[in-house]
């Protein structure tokens, strides 16, 4: 067994040397050059989505491939891909620790940035949509003289309060996970500019026992609000398309069929990112492919539930015995729009039978292509609700197709971009491997086992 092979056992990190490798990757100026290239690049897509941004604003969301009876395109469609990504964020960083985990430590803290970072993406695309996002204020509830209050059967709204508190909920989740290392940061730090900046961010963390005591409790308070919280933002927004009558919106089974898909994106990109903490800093004695291993089930899990659901989808489409939604998937099967149907089957049905294969999850290409995979197949998945469901519904006379602009894709490429250029930077100034989470699992094995006991060496392989 190598040292690569082996998930972290004590025998081979030590509290001291994890926290040394922790901080050395954040205090010192110096940063890999494979990251520097990297935050370089994410910094070029980023112009791509500042420029989208400001050209939209100023000629307005005709920019947009959307035309009649098309009235949600791209924006939608990536405000849901990007919230599916968030979600296993929460997941990880919450259920996993509500039941002890002890794989979770090495990916928590990247898990919990993507959720912030993405979620924030999401909410950025509904108020480009709005066309004039200046009054998008007028979505808060209070009261005013012209007596402008929400439509509160209206989605938009809907999306508005799910999005918001998934938001203030990331930044709490990872701001308390955050704040014994900041501290750790803070009494490490050589220069006064550091000290200043992680102390004022520790606010005054003594690594006392009556911090510890506060920090876990308000630790298991917000892990217990975070199992609702993923299925009622997903549900939220899945409820937009299903309380519609358009044929291939109306399905019951859209709030457990969007969860399942948004924590099966999510787990893929917290496999990417898994990938790049090992490749950039070289953390694969820390996040190893034993945990490669253990992503790789989570999202064949998922996968099998969103492939569960199109099938249910399909079978209650024909089992109606309606025309209507009958004919959404004739034209979704040979329709302008069958590439993009048939390029979701062959990623998420046949390309992610991969994920079977152990020796595929362990490999890190493997994982890595496996993980991509995913998030192109959920994209053409909300493609192809989105789109191919609306271009042709009750009335012939306004049938028609759409045509993505390329600014539609600009912005798309562009908010990959500021994605990972946000990531990279959290990376570089925060730690990425949540220190006190990694101690705390190495004590906890280190007393549950001795050393040297053969039978915890081989569940380790």
């Not at 500042?50 to 949600?72: D, E, Q």
Request: hydrophobic content about 50%; glycine content about 6%.
């Amino acid at each position: 067994m190598t040292r690569d092979d082996a998930p972290l056992a004590p025998a081979r990190l030590d509290s001291a040397t994890l926290t040394d490798r922790v901080a050395a990757v954040v205090l010192p100026a110096r940063a890999p050059r494979a990251w520097w290239l990297a935050l370089l690049l994410s910094a070029l897509l980023s112009l791509l989505f500042l420029t989208g941004v400001v050209y939209v604003l100023s000629v307005g969301v005709g920019a947009f491939g959307l035309n009649i009876p098309v009235a949600w395109g791209f924006p939608i469609i990536n405000t849901i891909w990007w919230i599916g990504i968030a979600h296993a964020g929460t997941l990880i960083s919450a259920v996993l620790l509500l039941t002890r985990q002890d794989w979770r430590a090495s990916i928590n803290r990247g898990a919990e940035a993507m959720a912030m970072f993405a979620i924030v993406l999401a909410g950025s695309y509904p108020l480009l949509h709005l066309g004039r996002p200046w009054f998008a204020y007028f979505l808060l509830p209070y009261p005013n003289i012209m007596d402008l209050w929400p439509q509160w059967r209206s989605p938009l709204v809907w999306d508005f309060f799910a999005i918001g508190s998934y938001l203030l909920f990331t930044m709490s989740f990872l701001y308390l996970s955050l704040l014994p290392d900041l501290a750790t940061l803070r009494d490490r730090a050589r220069h006064r500019v550091q000290q200043l900046f992680y102390g004022t961010l520790a606010l005054g963390w003594r690594n006392s026992a009556r911090h510890w005591a506060r920090y876990e409790q308000a630790n298991r308070v917000l892990a217990v609000i975070a199992a609702p919280i993923v299925v009622s933002v997903t549900g939220t927004i899945s409820m937009d398309l299903s309380v519609s009558i358009v044929p291939g919106f109306h399905f019951t089974i859209f709030p457990p069929y969007f969860v399942a898909g948004a924590l099966y994106s999510g787990f893929a990109t917290t496999a990417i990112i898994a990938i790049i903490l090992r490749s950039l800093f070289g953390f694969r004695d820390v996040i190893t492919r034993a945990h490669l291993n253990r992503l790789g089930i989570m999202m064949l899990c998922f996968v099998l539930v969103v492939d569960y659901a199109y099938m249910c989808e399909i079978f209650t489409a024909f089992y109606t015995g309606e025309d209507f939604y009958r004919s959404v998937y004739f034209d979704r099967w040979t329709g302008p729009y069958a590439p993009y149907y048939w390029g979701m089957i062959l990623c998420n049905v046949v390309l992610a039978q991969g994920l079977w294969f152990r020796r595929l999850r362990e490999s890190v290409p493997g994982l890595l292509c496996l993980a991509l995979i995913a998030d192109i197949g959920m994209w053409l998945e909300r493609f192809q609700i989105v789109i191919t469901s609306t271009h042709k519904d009750y009335m012939p006379s306004a049938w028609d197709t759409v045509t993505p602009t390329r600014w539609d894709w600009l912005i798309y490429a562009g908010s990959i971009g500021v994605f990972f250029f946000l990531l990279l930077l959290f990376m570089k100034l925060m730690p990425a491997i949540s220190m006190h989470d990694m101690r705390d699992m190495l004590h906890r094995r280190r007393h549950r086992q001795p050393k040297g006991n053969p039978r915890r060496e081989r569940s380790h392989e």
